[in-house]
């Protein structure tokens, strides 16, 4: 919504609206901005990530951003050192994500899940 909208919805003007918008920013209250894509128009997989312990995971998260696909990235514990959520229009975007990403230096293995279905 614009900030014009959003004043007449909650009886502001816009600026006003755009103050407090911008001071929730400033005290990190809202760390970003983002649009949720409806997940019946793409396709969305996780793909785990494993990296060499030679290797800093910061480095492959990093190298990892720069894809297209992506829509988030986790640092995680367990098996897997990251976490991938990719979103493309069909199972190809996807397959090639995947490539991708197995061809960074220090990736040492993948493994994708296909989403099936969001509640």
Do not use: W
Request: aromatic share 4%.
């Amino acid at each position: 919504m614009s900030y014009v909208d959003i004043g007449k919805a909650v009886g502001l003007s816009e600026g006003a609206v755009r103050n407090r918008v911008q001071a929730l920013v400033d005290s990190d209250v809202i760390r970003r901005f983002t649009i949720d894509i409806a997940p019946s128009v793409n396709i969305r997989a996780l793909i785990s990530i494993s990296v060499n312990p030679s290797t800093p995971t910061s480095n492959i998260s990093k190298a990892v951003k720069g894809l297209s696909e992506i829509e988030r990235i986790y640092e995680v514990t367990g098996d897997y050192d990251i976490l991938v959520v990719v979103s493309s229009s069909n199972i190809e975007g996807v397959n090639h994500c995947i490539e991708n990403i197995r061809e960074i230096d220090g990736v040492i293995k993948t493994n994708t899940m296909i989403v099936l279905r969001t509640f």
